[in-house]
């Protein structure tokens, strides 16, 4: 009787020690809490939060109102959300984008949705995070400016398939679906040396599914975006594998090149540590390329059709430029870099459409410690966002924002951290120099051809996860202006 006596009494003191040292814990934190100020905003539902109206603003064709309608109710700096399932602090303005990008591994690391994980499995179980970092290191010796000089010859030349196969001969097009085919094709060339345009295509396929997976709300069940995503994911790693198998193949048997291309690069360089990736990981990381390859620069040059057909003198200015170009070539003879570096205002131009339509519409990170950002606390574990709208549209960043105007890109261009569809810092996209050439020899290509008109001219644009013409922008193509 007595043992049961103090056991219960034992039990009774170890409850009661255990409730105050609760209670003391929720006091601490209720004070500390109390005393933080954290943003002004709203988190919305459970778990949903706010990000159905986060991702109806983009598919509505207005991604922008989301951030702007919460800068002018909370703070035009900083604001507080719940989006993806996770609290989220929105970081506004050059401010905001200059401390995100100062304190990247300081402050703040690369944190990406649930979704984003699944979608892309490592097959060592690290994260997306440690995986970016990973590739990071990899790339540049590709993606550096002196070594993308042999590709554009290379861009050339698809191109001039690309228009031979998909363009020519035709009175109507529709142009979003001719970009992507263009991007990817490119990206296959350069990542994996495939330029058969049926295997291309058949590549191509599941792309779409995959990226309107990885911003998503990470419910996998039949029928959800999240669900196509992972199954489009696991479809087009499995046509990878194949091509790496294939090409381990070949490198032995000395019919590939060890430098002819980032998969042969993969495939034969080792971490510090002496270690080569496998198949799985190869896969994961060439599947991540060719779609930071493809779709974004996709919908730019899609955004850049469709800005030069509304705008019919700065057509000809570009017109004017790539002409000058295209008289300073031999018969059939590719373009080279230095042919490039002379395209400064179509590259303006380029700027100013991805200015008013981003690809990019942010990106995210994680507080690695408590901060004070515009006198508010940050704690540690809240994710934290930015936005190209806040300040691409913004009138203190780009004065009469609605306004297309080059000019803006001339000289020093706009002031430090405002122009950001590359984002910023070091995580500013490796493939920004790779973009830039891509998109310049499509629209050297496209304006030596034609001169075209929207088919429709009130066509609603569409945010998911990039901005898109609703129905893809059709055009009818009319012979190109001839310049005097």
């Not at 934190?29 to 939060?49: C, E």
């Not at 993806?84 to 995100?100: D, I, P, Q, S, Y």
């Not at 991805?354 to 990019?360: D, S």
């Amino acid at each position: 009787m007595e043992f049961f006596f103090l056991c219960g009494l034992t039990l009774f003191i170890l409850f009661v020690t255990l409730s105050l040292f609760s209670l003391f814990s929720y006091a601490r934190r209720t004070t500390h809490d109390s005393q933080a100020k954290f943003p002004p905003g709203k988190t919305g539902l459970p778990y949903i939060g706010e990000s159905l109206e986060f991702l109806s603003t983009g598919r509505k064709g207005h991604p922008e109102k989301f951030i702007y309608d919460r800068m002018a109710k909370f703070s035009s700096k900083v604001f507080r959300t719940s989006i993806l399932g996770e609290t989220t602090a929105v970081l506004c303005g050059a401010a905001g984008n200059k401390f995100l990008f100062s304190n990247e591994n300081k402050l703040v690391t690369a944190w990406w949705p649930k979704s984003v994980d699944k979608i892309f499995p490592s097959s060592n179980q690290t994260s997306s995070k440690e995986e970016s970092i990973k590739m990071r290191k990899l790339l540049p010796n590709f993606l550096k400016p002196e070594a993308l000089q042999r590709y554009v010859g290379m861009m050339d030349t698809i191109a001039q398939r690309h228009f031979e196969y998909g363009w020519e001969g035709k009175q109507q097009v529709t142009v979003f679906p001719l970009a992507k085919n263009y991007t990817f094709w490119v990206a296959c060339k350069v990542f994996l040396s495939i330029e058969d345009p049926k295997r291309v295509d058949e590549l191509a396929g599941p792309f779409n599914a995959l990226a309107s997976g990885i911003i998503s709300i990470p419910i996998d069940l039949p029928g959800t975006a999240f669900n196509k995503g992972i199954k489009a994911s696991n479809l087009i790693r499995k046509e990878l594998i194949a091509i790496i198998k294939q090409r381990k193949i070949d490198l032995a048997e000395k019919k590939a090149s060890p430098t002819q291309d980032i998969l042969s690069h993969m495939l034969l360089t080792s971490d510090e540590n002496g270690q080569f990736m496998n198949e799985l990981d190869i896969a994961d990381k060439i599947l991540g390329l060719l779609i930071g390859g493809h779709d974004t620069a996709s919908a730019a040059i899609t955004f850049i059709v469709k800005y030069l057909a509304e705008l019919p003198d700065i057509y000809e200015k570009v017109l004017a430029e790539q002409m000058e170009v295209a008289k300073s070539k031999a018969p059939g003879e590719l373009l080279n870099w230095e042919d490039i570096q002379k395209m400064r205002y179509s590259w303006n131009v380029a700027c100013e459409v991805m200015r008013l339509a981003p690809p990019l519409q942010g990106a995210f990170r994680e507080a690695m410690n408590d901060f004070i950002f515009a006198g508010f606390t940050i704690p540690k574990g809240w994710k934290l966002y930015w936005s190209t709208h806040a300040t691409h549209r913004n009138p203190e960043c780009f004065p009469e924002p609605e306004k297309f105007d080059p000019s803006r890109f001339e000289g020093n261009g706009p002031a430090p951290y405002t122009f950001v569809p590359f984002g910023g810092g070091p995580r500013m996209c490796p493939g920004k120099e790779y973009a830039r050439l891509e998109i310049l020899v499509f629209m050297y290509n496209i304006v030596k051809r034609y001169n075209w008109e929207k088919l429709l001219p009130h066509e609603k644009i569409i945010v998911d996860p990039m901005p898109i013409p609703a129905k893809g922008l059709p055009v009818r193509l009319l012979p190109p202006k001839i310049i005097a």
